[in-house]
């Protein structure tokens, strides 16, 4: 059976934020994107590595929430 090629895209475009300490409580900009997002609710994976490397990181999320909810 024949075959044909055919391609198609989908165009995506997105905001990048630049940031540094994005859980401390005096940074607006993690806060500012989540709520100006249709859905705001976020849901956060952190890998074992990523949590022995960061151990207060955890405690930042929280309290980064708790300040901004």
Do not use: C, W
Not at 17 to 42: G, L, M, W, Y
């Amino acid at each position: 059976m024949k075959s044909i090629q055919q391609t198609f895209s989908v165009p995506f475009t997105y905001a990048v934020h630049f940031t540094e300490d994005i859980f401390n409580i005096s940074n607006p900009i993690f806060a500012q994107v989540v709520k100006t997002s249709r859905v705001a609710k976020v849901f956060f994976v952190i890998d074992d590595g990523v949590v022995n490397t960061h151990p207060s990181l955890i405690n930042n999320i929280k309290n980064y929430a708790e300040a901004n909810t």
